[in-house]
């Protein structure tokens, strides 16, 4: 069985950095696509980075583009949100996930295994 765990999250004040990490249990994700959500309370979960399927393409939502940055390291088995400039909008659980159909990397539908989520609180 498939687990994607998420670290990182923590209280940060605003203009701060935090580093996410997602370990995936498997290999056999390798040459999936990961992507990263987020759900801040009474709202909706959106979409904030991933990649494409060729890995050779990066999207980001407009809120977060230029401050956050999304890689992997697959010899780890690991991807990573590295966010910068944070601002107290960025406060939500922040879940990763792989996509296992669909060629929209901006939507839920098409990733088939999620994490937990770790908890990212920024102050002001």
């Known amino acids: 069985q498939v687990q994607l765990v998420e670290s990182g999250g923590g209280l940060v004040q605003a203009g701060g950095s935090l580093r996410l990490s997602c370990v995936i249990s498997?290999?056999?994700?390798?040459?999936?696509?990961v992507g990263w959500f987020r759900q801040a309370p009474g709202v909706e979960r959106e979409f904030v980075a991933a990649?494409?399927?060729?890995?050779?393409?990066?999207y980001y939502a407009d809120s977060v583009k230029g401050r956050f940055t999304i890689s992997r390291d697959n010899a780890k088995n690991t991807v990573y949100l590295q966010m910068n400039s944070l601002k107290p909008e960025d406060t939500a659980v922040y879940y990763c996930?792989?996509?296992?159909?669909?060629?929209?990397?901006?939507?839920?539908?098409?990733?088939?295994?999620w994490g937990q989520g770790t908890q990212v609180t920024v102050s002001s």
């Open positions: 990649f494409s399927w060729s890995g050779g393409i990066l």
């Open positions: 996930a792989v996509r296992t159909f669909g060629a929209t990397a901006t939507s839920e539908q098409g990733y088939g295994y």
């Open positions: 498997t290999r056999t994700f390798d040459n999936n696509p």
